[in-house]
């Protein structure tokens, strides 16, 4: 698969959770889906202003706010889902910090760890949508 369609395939994939967690979830999911559409959109502008040199530093500062504020949505509201895309995100920080600290290139693997973290977080909300709409009807 190409980058460009693999990029494109996981912002569209945001999108739709994101505004599945929108209009289906409560403020649990409402604002971890804020928190990844965020993160996002910080990452792509980290890589577009911030020097060649400052892009592993900041994603790996972003990855621990990310980190943050997931564990901080567990602990105010006591989600499964939560913690499963807190312990997901410090697996993208583990990843960001091995490759920074090893001063590696990023290869197929990092491509792989780092889509499917993504997505995984992803599912995680949805999950979490899901049962937030079984909780509303019960």
Not at 86 to 107: E, K, P
Request: charged share 10%.
């Amino acid at each position: 698969m190409s980058p460009v369609l693999s990029i494109t395939l996981l912002w569209a994939g945001l999108l739709v959770v994101v505004a599945f967690a929108w209009v289906k979830g409560q403020m649990p999911e409402r604002l971890g889906s804020l928190s990844v559409i965020v993160g996002g959109l910080l990452a792509v502008l980290v890589h577009v202003v911030s020097p060649a040199g400052a892009v592993p530093t900041t994603l790996l500062v972003l990855d621990g706010v990310l980190a943050a504020a997931f564990l901080f949505l567990a602990v105010c509201y006591g989600r499964a889902w939560l913690g499963v895309a807190m312990l997901l995100q410090g697996v993208q920080f583990s990843l960001h910090a091995y490759y920074f600290v090893g001063d590696l290139g990023h290869d197929m693997t990092y491509s792989l760890v780092n889509n499917l973290v993504t997505i995984g977080i992803l599912a995680a909300i949805v999950i979490g949508t899901i049962d937030a709409m079984r909780r509303r009807a019960a």
